[in-house]
């Protein structure tokens, strides 16, 4: 243990005795000077949450962590603080970060409406029952967890900070928040809905995503899981139990109808497509879940393996996460010592857990009493995305050499305000087309008439083509982008093609 006062290192020797005094007093909060990246002394007032990998993950009084390489720290105070920041700072730091925003407080949840668009008067109401609508939301998704707590005999501890949920009405906004926080790692920004950042320890979603709170709900039950302490942010906890137990609870708008002992009905339909890796491959390392490709495996994986631990093999299931709440920030981990300490806790190995999987889930299903699995109607697509709801009817006329004729209907999800969209569908051969609307109510609905897929993208090349995908734009009908849509300069597609292997 440093006693109180100051000192000023220099040097390796120097460097090596900072490291040890820091990792010895790591529950201690104090004053930290460094020098930042760009060359700047910097002090800031922290508690040393961890360290590894040459890096120092340093908790400020706002919950957040601020990851400095060890080599830079130059200088330790011991200090008493810092006191976590209240729900009214944390507004305060929210709006000088994000400018436009819509924020209130009821501890321990401050909810931010990020805007595009400063909102006219008459759509100030709607913002309110929004941000209350998901305040209760936030309330619903505690209880419900502190459940499962419960019942799953894993201790919880009240948060120390204010839980943030941030909700965006752009989704450029959304994703340049995304790259800034991410540095750009992980799945493609355009691919993701919502995330909790354990960095930032704030949650972040698309505001398309209030209109169900799926992803809100699976991002809030991880911001529940490390506010409450079952594990520590930054610890190497296996992806796979993450976002195990997070897909393991289900709602249905504010209502959240179960939790992870339940059956999820989505996850259990895609479990027997989900062959491109198998349980050893999540339980061992993290990699699948970072890629565009296999994620969707990893989660239908990390769901299945999850629930039958919970369900039947509840002992080791306790014994399995005791162990993992030991875990520290940045603590190394390996393949070798994950899977060892998986077939420790179970007695068995992944691959063996995943053979009894299936007669497991059947017996569920019929336990449960779950309705059949509805199937797609051929030739019909939904897509929900930047605030537009679209059901989409794609026929192929054979008789005209395969081209595709399209139809929908419209919807502004947004609950507060109207916004204009541009709508486009694209090919895999480079074509395209689309629908503008100037301005579309919230919550109104309008018809696009019947069109023909021939507008050559650019870059494209035209002729039949293998599949098409849906792009929704929006923007407030008052932006100087909408107005140039409004002149008739839309965005043009860009056609990609496929990278040969």
Request: glycine fraction near 8%.
């Amino acid at each position: 243990m440093c006693a109180t006062g100051s000192f000023v290192i220099s040097g390796r020797l120097a460097l090596l005795v900072v490291f040890v005094l820091l990792s010895a007093a790591s529950a201690r909060a104090d004053w930290f000077t460094y020098v930042d990246a760009d060359g700047q002394s910097v002090t800031a007032e922290a508690r040393l949450a961890g360290s590894g990998e040459g890096v120092h993950a340093l908790e400020l009084a706002d919950g957040q962590f601020r990851m400095v390489p060890q080599r830079a720290v130059m200088k330790r105070e011991i200090a008493p603080g810092p006191k976590p920041i209240d729900g009214d700072a944390m507004i305060a730091l929210l709006k000088v970060k994000f400018g436009a925003i819509e924020a209130v407080e009821q501890g321990p949840y401050v909810i931010g409406l990020v805007l595009a668009a400063p909102l006219p008067k008459s759509q100030e109401r709607r913002t309110r029952g929004l941000l209350r609508k998901a305040f209760r939301f936030m309330q619903n998704v505690e209880s419900i967890f502190l459940r499962f707590a419960r019942t799953a005999r894993f201790p919880t501890e009240p948060p120390r900070f204010p839980l943030v949920l941030l909700i965006f009405e752009s989704g450029d906004d959304f994703e340049k928040h995304i790259v800034e926080v991410t540095g750009g790692q992980g799945l493609s920004a355009q691919n993701i809905a919502g995330f909790y950042s354990g960095i930032t320890n704030w949650l972040a979603v698309r505001l398309t995503e209030c209109a169900t709170f799926e992803v809100p709900l699976h991002e809030a039950i991880h911001q529940q899981v490390f506010n409450r302490h079952v594990f520590q942010r930054l610890a190497p906890i296996p992806r796979w139990f993450n976002e195990g137990i997070a897909t393991g609870f289900e709602g249905n708008g504010e209502r959240i109808k179960t939790g992870p002992t339940k059956i999820n009905t989505r996850y259990a339909r895609q479990a027997g497509r989900a062959t491109l890796i198998d349980w050893s491959d999540v339980v061992a390392d993290d990699r699948a879940f970072q890629g565009d490709v296999l994620a969707g495996n990893a989660y239908t994986h990390a769901w299945s393996l999850h629930w039958l631990l919970v369900s039947k093999h509840k002992e080791s299931y306790s014994r399995y996460v005791k162990m993992l709440s030991q875990k520290k920030p940045l603590e190394p981990s390996s393949a070798e010592q994950r899977t060892r300490e998986f077939e420790e806790a179970f007695g068995t190995g992944a691959g063996q857990l995943q053979s009894e999987f299936p007669r497991a889930l059947k017996a569920g299903l019929k336990r449960q009493n779950l309705p059949p699995v509805k199937k797609e109607k051929p030739g019909f697509s939904f897509t929900q995305s930047n605030l537009g709801e679209l059901e989409l009817k794609a026929i192929r006329r054979l008789d005209l050499g395969g081209l595709l004729q399209v139809e929908g209907r419209l919807k502004n999800i947004s609950p507060i305000r109207d916004l204009a969209f541009y709508v486009t569908v694209e090919t895999t051969a480079g074509t395209y087309t689309g629908w503008h609307v100037p301005k579309l109510a919230t919550n109104k609905i309008v018809r696009l008439k019947l069109q023909q897929v021939l507008t050559l993208m650019k870059n494209g090349r035209g002729g039949p083509a293998d599949t098409f995908y849906v792009r929704i734009r929006s923007l407030p009908p008052g932006s100087q982008e909408a107005q140039r849509w409004q002149r008739g300069r839309l965005p043009v597609p860009v056609f990609r093609r496929p990278q040969k292997r």
